[in-house]
């Protein structure tokens, strides 16, 4: 079957832009789209006719804007990290605070828009109007119940904690409430998710900052400008560490982030006298996945594969992707009876998970995949990273020499076979 054509726009824009996003998906998401839109289009409309801009607003409203769309157009690569924290906020925060809630409504997709012509990137349109959407549901909130802007020293202290929450219901609703909508996510753990507190703590109060130094002059909001670059660059730094410790298609550690970490594992877990496992999984006959459905199946398997080991097991085990169709995996406290245990959970769900064929590309086509294991011991082996892994390859050479889809210990220990 062919494959349905993405809506395109002609001329430069779309040398410039691309497909237009999220039209293309599937139909729930397209209408989550045609909503989000239409109630960004409405909500922009239905506060039109009380925008009263004047002079100062003009000036405030343009000195933001430049500044927004300098910061942007100078971190191209960072507009495409996909990181969940960024410096709009220095900017967009103050826009919803002082200027009129329809402007605070296009401001965000005007800036994105421009930003995304002049770069020549793929735009997220949806990300871009559920900003507009939240910016502007903030601003018709601060406007209808804030306290008005305080003479200097006269109620500044409501003024303040008013900007502070309107900064966070931003940050919440961006960070949070609109993500789950449109792509179907899952809430952040905020408590857990430290990168994600850090940098929108650091943005929050930027925000803040800059809304109060806008009260005194829009020329002051200038200052932050040559700030905000370093301020952006440090907010990347955790992920762009993640990045270079992650598997890029299964998402699970890279083989040297794996064994960095495992090293650390043992060496505790042998000062401390603790139990220890070590299980090497390999994908049986993945060449035959390869060779018969397409290289995209066999990617699809090993994201799969991949998705089984991080839901069956527990949070303190480790994880990664050691090489090819190879996973390897630690595990903490546990004896021998209990590492088996594991490794056959892990071989039965991979047995029973399903790629499906929208994923591998071979219409109608259903492809299963098994793996083998070989599980070895710390106290068994002795000490060392070394010697486990290769107690443990030797174990799982064993359940492929026996057939493979089973699961083998080292020779000390009982054997268990599919």
Known sequence: TMARPRWRIPGRVSRACGPLPR????????????????????????????????????????VLFV????????????????????????????????????????????????????????????????????????????????PPLPAPGARAGEWLLAVAVAGVMRW????????????????????????????????LCAGVLVTCSAVISPLCVILAVPLATPLQRSLQHARLVRDARTDLKTGLLNAA??????????????????????????IDYFKAVNDTHGHLAGDQALRAVAGVVKAQLRGYDIAGRFGGEEFAVVLPHTQADQARRIAERLRTAVAAADVGASETGRCGTRVRVTVSVGVACLADTGAGLQALLAAADAALYDAKAAGRNRVRLTASQPAASA
């Open 23 to 62: 039209w293309h998906g599937p139909v729930r998401q397209r209408i989550i789209a045609g909503a989000m839109s239409l109630a960004w289009i409405t909500a922009a409309a239905a506060s039109a006719p009380h925008v009263s801009l004047t002079g100062g607003n003009g000036c405030l409203l343009a």
């Open 67 to 146: 500044s927004a769309l300098l910061v942007r157009l100078s971190r191209r690569g960072c507009a495409a990290s996909g990181s969940p924290v960024s410096t709009s906020g220095v900017w967009e925060l103050p826009a919803a605070v002082l200027i009129p809630s329809a402007l605070a409504f296009i401001a965000p997709v005007v800036v994105a828009a421009i930003a995304c012509w002049r770069i020549r990137r793929v735009p997220r349109g949806l990300d871009a109007v559920a900003v507009g959407l939240a910016d502007g549901i903030v601003s018709v909130g601060f406007h209808a119940l804030a």
């Open 257 to 282: 982030a794996w064994q960095e970490e495992a090293a650390a594992e043992i060496t505790r877990a042998v000062r401390a006298r603790l139990p220890l496992a070590m299980a090497l999984l390999d």
């Open 172 to 203: 919440a609703l961006i960070g949070a409430v609109f993500p789950s909508v449109t792509r179907g996510a899952r809430l952040p753990r905020w408590p857990a998710d430290r990168e994600l507190l850090r940098g929108g703590l650091a943005e």
